[in-house]
């Protein structure tokens, strides 16, 4: 799980409210996370919007354990959900940012990882 500002210039995570629109997570599903000795590509596949509290989201060590019941969750409550294909073994990213400086809404958007074979020579 992430956490990042939400930037009202769309600096940060502030552009995540735009994923709970299906058309604009459709266009904007891929993207690449660089690290130091690998790259992984993500598929974004869900936005919703919960309390910074939902323990279904937010409670990692629970999420662990009961990953099927997770993505049942995941399911139920998106406000976007794009594909019913992400199996419990898949390794899962979740971006999460607050929706407003006022409450404890948060927006959170899943992907899931796949790492990028680095061609051979």
Same mark, same amino acid.
């Given at each position: 799980? *992430? ?22 997570? /459709? ?10 000795? /690998?790259?992984?590509a993500i598929r974004l596949y869900a936005a919703l919007e919960c309390d910074a509290y ?13 990953? %099927? ?7 139920? %409550?998106? /406000? ?8 419990? *073994? ?6 999460? *940012?607050?929706?407003?400086?006022t409450t404890n809404d948060r927006i959170v958007v899943f992907g899931v990882l796949n ?7």
């Amino acid at each position: 799980m *992430t956490f990042g500002h939400h930037m009202e210039n769309g600096a940060m995570y502030g552009d995540l409210s735009k994923m709970l629109d299906q058309s604009y997570l /459709k266009e904007h599903q891929k993207g690449i996370l660089y690290l130091s000795d /690998k790259m992984i590509a993500i598929r974004l596949y869900a936005a919703l919007e919960c309390d910074a509290y939902e323990s279904n989201v937010y409670h990692i060590a629970s999420i662990q354990q009961h990953r %099927n019941s997770f993505q049942d969750f995941v399911h139920e %409550n998106a /406000k976007v959900y794009l594909e019913s294909n992400v199996k419990s *073994t898949d390794k899962i990213i979740a971006l999460s *940012t607050c929706m407003s400086a006022t409450t404890n809404d948060r927006i959170v958007v899943f992907g899931v990882l796949n790492e990028i074979e680095k061609e051979a020579p």
